[in-house]
Each structure stands twice: as structure tokens, then as C-alpha cells.
């Protein structure tokens, strides 16, 4: 008897939140952030750590939803490195994007006392659901020993829970 | 319980559910107020469609025979037909002219940014939404300007990367199409 | 006409299918036909020298529809400062037939109705000449300027409302 009391009062705190929320923030807030959601971005990345063959030996997605012109930023922290992506996504009248990469890298060696900060902006026009590629570190040229890269793979779809027409 | 008139606009123009349609279809049966929503409605849309021309069928011809002058590839031979039986010697300066820039962009080119490709458009870069913004209906703006000042959040997302090696810079940094990349591997 | 989803269309045949339609709603928003006409070529040509293709004739009348409205907003705006609205409505002119009195009615109606279109505010002309002379629906107008379809509801009634406030100053014939 006691536990349907609790599961009862849990779903009256919820509904009245629910409610309370509506009432506070009005249908103003609801309408515009379902429009927002109806015309928002889904910013897809593969991160992936890459050795000097081409091999993958590691890789993390990640998938988050924005809207035109509002960026997402990507943090990968390693031993002796912070690199961090900061990736906007301009959508044009012609449903296509233009993306735009904003890299910094703060690096050091473990064995000195050394750090660099490096930066770096790009763009790049891409149509929907094409995938870039964005080298924080540049790409690999000498494969004579065990080298290893980054690299962010970047696709930006529309966020329809509709796929067809 | 009556129906706003958004809700009955929508009706006249067929875009309801079914369910819903069949819901508001039977309210109009015994409501005067309603019915008169939307006899109004139906009376604008009606002058405004009045209003509506025919299109002629001789005007798409005329259109189209004015875009087929102006993207065929027959008029570029034109040109090239027309000046080489006005000037030989000027076409063929213009070509070694336009190997000689080509050649020295491409030339440029390999001391700069590799993807640089010579003749890219600039235009393609740039980007303002003025013309075509995201245009949010909200009848109080200030209220819901705070509520967006207060949860504007960044978006982020943090990952740690394996050990145990150095990672080491290996060059410029580089953004390009994935297609683009692995066809110059 | 619902043309659907294909791979490989031609030139041509998005031509047939838009070219009405996008006609239809140039002049509507400028109201020369002459100039209707250099606006729709514009937007062809454009069209036709888009780099990326668009997957569908669907797709691609949205993005006709789309440029040649912003084209046709555009004159209408370097136009506006030129020459007073009303006289050009004028000029425009319906032909009046000197018979019947509901045919001289009919005609004074056009005009006073296209002078109120003219006179609402853009975002809801837009629409208005979408669904009434473009014949769309509320997705494919939603698609066209990018907004949901609940905006395109909210704004087809608005336009609708204001409409009849503004031609119910005037005795008009109601049809």
C-alpha cells in the first residue's frame, strides 16, 4: 500500500511540475521552442585516433542537436594534449551548410616544460548529410615510425523525426 | 465548445486530420458562431482568388525559348567559330595566355594552403542569414528573450583520448570533404 | 501534382512542372508581366546553374518557389521607391467590359482585393500568395520558407483576418 502511495504522489509531482512549467513559462516559450526544434540541426562527429598506416585504433561519436549558427564544441584531452573543436553550421536558402571549424590546440611534451597553443579557423561548403573531415594536428607524412593522429569526422542532417518527403 | 479560428482557417483549406475534421464538421452543424467564422473566411479567400490570372500557355513557351538561347552549349561554340574565323592569331594569344595564368595559380599554389584549388569562390565562404533568418512566433517577446538568456547553455562534449603516447602536430590543420580526401589517398 | 521522388530528372521537365505555378506567384507579388516573366527566367537560370543537384522536382520547386519569391520581394522593394504603389495598380488596369453591372462590380473588387494583398505585411502576403494563387498546401509552403506548418497556419489566418478587415471598410460585392 505504501508503494503505490509513493509511485501516486511521484506522478502528481511530475504532472504538476509538468503543468507548473507550462503555467509559469506560458505557450509562448513551448510554441517557439517547438519551432526552434523543428528547424534545429543534428551535428553528427566521429572522433577517431588514426596511426600512421590509416589504421582507426579508437574512436568516439557523438551527436548533438543545434541550430543555424549556434556552435557545438568538441573537447578531447590526451596526456600531453587539449584540442578543442569548436564547429558552427550555417544552413543556407538552399539547404546546404556551411561549416565552420575553429580548432585550438594546446600542446606540450611530456618531458619538457614547454606548452604551445596553437589556432586555427576553416570553412567548408557541405550539402547535408556529407561528411568532412577536420585534422586538428594536420595529416600524417612520414610513416617510417608508430605515429598517431587525429581526426574529426563532421556531418550535419537536418533533425526531422520524419525521413520521408 | 466552439474552435479558434486557426483552427477553422485550416479547415476551409482541408488541412486537418481526419479525426479532427470530422470533429469540426459535426460542431458547424448546430453552431451559428462558427459557421459564420467561416463563411467570412471562405468569403476572403474566394475575392482573393478571384484575382487569380491564367497562365498563358504562350508565355511558358516564350520563357522557355528566351532560357534555351541563353544555356545551350551551341552558343559557345558560336563563339569559339565566330573568332577563329575573325582572328586566329588573337585566339591562339588568349589561350597561351590563359595556360600562362592557370599555370602560375597552380604554381602559387603548391607553397600555400593545399586545398586552395585555383578559381575557388570566395562567395561560397561567406554566409548571412538577414535575408533568410529563423522567424519565431511569440506574441511577448521579452519574456521569452529572458527564458532563452537564462537557459543558453553551450553545447559541449569531452572526451579523454587513450594513452599512453605523445601526440605530435604533423602540419597545418586541415578541413576538407571526406570524398575529397580519400581520393588523394 | 505530386511528382515524387526520382533520381534523374531533366531540365525540362522541372521547367513544365514549375514554370505555372512560379508564374503565377512572381506576379502576384509584383504584378507586371513583363517583368514576372525576366524574374522566373532569372530563377531558371539560376537553377540551372546550381552546382549541387537537388533530389527531387519537389525539392526543386521549393527552391524555385523560393528564390523567385525573394527576387520578386526584392524588385518590389527597388521598385516601391521609384513610383507610387496605387498608381501602378492603376495603370496595371483590369479591362473593364461596358456591360453588366456585376461584371463592372467583379472588376472594381479585383482591384480593391489586390490592393489589400498588396498592402499586408510581407510574411503574411507571402503566404496568402502561396495558398491562394500558388495552390500549396501547408507542408509544401512550410518547406518553401523554411517555417513549420503550424506557422504557416497561424499565418494564412492572420492574413485572412486582416483581409477582411481591410475589405469589409470598403461595400463590396460579396461573392
Known sequence: MLQSDNLIKKIFVVVSLFLFHNLVYGVDINDALKYLEENSLNIKTITRVVDEQGLTIWNANMSKITISGKSVKVKLQGVNILVITDITPYIRYDNTILLVSQGEVWIGSSESDEMNHYSTIKSLPVSMGESALFFPLGVIKAVDRKIYNIELEIQVNPNNRDSGE | ?185 | MDVGEDQSYTFKEVYDAVFPVLYKVVYHIIREKTIAEDLCQEAFIRYYNKRIPLPSINESRYWLIRVAKNLAFNYRKRKVRETNAVDKLKQEGVKVQPDTQDNILKEETITVVKKAVDNLPVKYRTVLILKEYGELNYKEIAKILHISENNVKIRIYRARVLLEKKLNRDDLHVF
Open chain 2, 1 to 185: 465548445m466552439c474552435f479558434d479560428g486557426q483552427t477553422l482557417s485550416a479547415f476551409l483549406d482541408n488541412e486537418l486530420e481526419s479525426s479532427k475534421y470530422l470533429i469540426v464538421k459535426e460542431h458547424l452543424q448546430s453552431c451559428s458562431d462558427c459557421q459564420k467564422t467561416i463563411d467570412l473566411l471562405q468569403s476572403v479567400s474566394s475575392q482573393v482568388k478571384l484575382a487569380n490570372n491564367q497562365v498563358e500557355s504562350f508565355t511558358k513557351e516564350t520563357v522557355w525559348t528566351r532560357l534555351s538561347h541563353s544555356t545551350s552549349p551551341g552558343r559557345g561554340l558560336d563563339f569559339w567559330h565566330r573568332a577563329f574565323i575573325i582572328s586566329p592569331t588573337l585566339m591562339i594569344s588568349l589561350s597561351f595566355l590563359f595556360i600562362a595564368i592557370l599555370g602560375a595559380s597552380l604554381f602559387f599554389s603548391i607553397f600555400n594552403d593545399s586545398s586552395s584549388f585555383p578559381f575557388s569562390n570566395n562567395a561560397d565562404l561567406s554566409f548571412e542569414s538577414e535575408k533568410y533568418p529563423l522567424e519565431i512566433p511569440v506574441d511577448n517577446v521579452e519574456k521569452v528573450l529572458a527564458y532563452f538568456n537564462i537557459h543558453d547553455e553551450p553545447l559541449e562534449f569531452y572526451m579523454q583520448l587513450p594513452g599512453p603516447s605523445d601526440f605530435v602536430i604533423q602540419g597545418e590543420p586541415l578541413f576538407l570533404k571526406k570524398t575529397d580526401y580519400v581520393a588523394e589517398r
